[in-house]
């Protein structure tokens, strides 16, 4: 499947991006981002216009997700560009989701987990700010005060998905099997 490819080539990007970020190489690493970005867009696109889903991607899609944001703001942290606090808050949030599905896929076999639509749009939150800080650091872009907005947006999205996760969760596991 094309998609899976797309999926597996922006998967490969955390490696770089975050080599790239370590390094001071912030016009490098906006640029590998923007691919990974754009790739998630696209795998999307052919999934759904060419009835290209399937079950890997399925699985593949929000781990790659999860690995670029996570290995991103990781760095990103490391380098003082984003506040550490938020680096946990996203970490913390994508171990619960993984920890809950797992938890939740052991105890009721054959339930379905889908994705929140909150969940949808903390990623492009997340994805947003991540890109406005890099291209901020490469010198693209004077957007500081952008950048503190968005942060903000991050925190707050970022914890009501995990909000709602959790709530879904609780139904899920409290639902009669």
């Known amino acids: ?7 597996l080539g922006r998967l490969a990007c955390a490696i770089p991006l975050v ?3 370590g390094a001071g190489r912030f016009d490098g690493a906006f640029y ?4 990974a970005a754009l790739s998630d867009v696209l795998d999307g696109y052919v999934a759904k216009r060419f009835n290209g889903s399937s079950r890997m991607g399925a699985i593949l899609d ?9 290995s991103m703001f990781i760095a990103l942290g490391v380098v003082a560009a984003v506040p ?16 809950g599905a797992v938890l939740l896929r052991h105890r009721l076999r054959g339930v379905r987990i889908e994705p929140l639509a909150i969940g949808k749009a903390c990623t492009f939150v997340q994805l947003l700010l991540g890109g406005f800080v890099l ?13 503190t907005t ?7 999205v970022t914890l009501a998905s995990a ?3 959790l709530a879904a969760a609780l139904r899920l596991g409290a639902a009669p099997s």
Do not use: E
Not at 32 to 35: G, I, Q, S, Y
């Open 19 to 21: 080599l790239l970020i």
């Open 135 to 147: 291209g901020h650091l490469a010198g693209i872009a004077d957007v500081a005060t952008i950048i």
């Open 1 to 7: 499947h094309v998609a899976n490819l797309l999926t």
């Open 84 to 99: 550490v606090w938020l680096v946990a808050a996203i970490i913390v949030r994508d171990l619960l989701i993984v920890g």
């Open 150 to 156: 968005l942060t903000a947006l991050t925190a707050a």
């Open 163 to 165: 909000l709602a996760y």
């Open 32 to 35: 590998v981002f923007l691919v």
């Open 62 to 70: 929000p781990a790659a997700d999860k690995v670029l944001i996570a």
